[in-house]
T-cell receptor, first 111, second 111 residues
């Protein structure tokens, strides 16, 4: 059974600082996704990572994937308040058309 | 583009009542999903349909039924609602093997 664990679950940080959210998963997977959710809203796709060593960047967010370690990271550079949200990673079960989500990381960025 | 459309957005039920959550997508996606989101637990898969005419159980299927009416529509039915089914429900779709696109969610309360 595929298990996906994120840490930390809660993160409060100051504007301008850097931080990393970690996503570990328990079995072989062929794809990993990062999503953002604002309070009371739906989920918005941020990144799709499909191969070992994949790195994608959008603005102050950068995601990477290490399939050998079964680990993905979401790095935040010089955080700004607008990045406050809950971030989820989701891992694809190999050969199956479904994703398993992590618990989510609630990120609060203070001025 | 409408994307994934869910109805209703809010619903209050009494224990034992039944209801159907509707979902439709206009992106010609093959696969459709129903998730529930509870605080601190991420998103958990209830049922999914990899293609028209097929449905499969996810992590938490008990108390729910689904119908893939056609390629566009995938409905979720609660036959006899219970307080434990109070949650936010999300429908999602994908072309297959790629990122999920989510609806805006249904907030369901069972009293």
């Amino acid at each position: 059974e595929l298990k996906v664990e994120q840490n930390p679950l809660f993160l409060s940080m100051q504007e301008g600082k850097n931080y990393t959210i970690y996503c570990n998963y328990s079995t072989t997977s062929d794809r990993l996704y990062w999503y953002r959710q604002d309070p009371g809203k739906s989920l918005e796709s941020l990144f799709v990572l499909l191969s070992n060593g994949a790195v994608k960047q959008e603005g102050r967010l950068m995601a990477s994937l290490d399939t050998k370690a079964r680990l993905s990271t979401l790095h935040i550079t010089a955080a700004v308040h607008d990045l406050s949200a809950t971030y989820f990673c989701a891992v694809g079960i190999q050969g199956a058309q479904k994703l398993v989500f992590g618990q989510g990381t609630r990120l609060t960025i203070n001025p | 583009n409408a994307g994934v459309t869910q109805t209703p957005k809010f619903q209050v039920l009494k224990t034992g009542q039944s209801m159907t959550l509707q979902c439709a997508q206009d992106m010609n996606h093959n696969s459709m999903y129903w998730y529930r989101q509870d605080p601190g637990m991420g998103l958990r898969l209830i049922y999914y349909s990899a293609s028209e005419g097929t449905t499969d159980k996810g992590e938490v299927p008990n108390g729910y039924n689904v119908s893939r009416l056609n390629k566009r529509e995938f409905s979720l039915r609660l036959e006899s609602a219970a307080p434990s089914q109070t949650s936010v429900y999300f429908c999602a779709s994908t072309r297959g093997g790629s990122e999920l696109f989510f609806g805006s969610g249904t907030q369901l309360s069972v009293l």
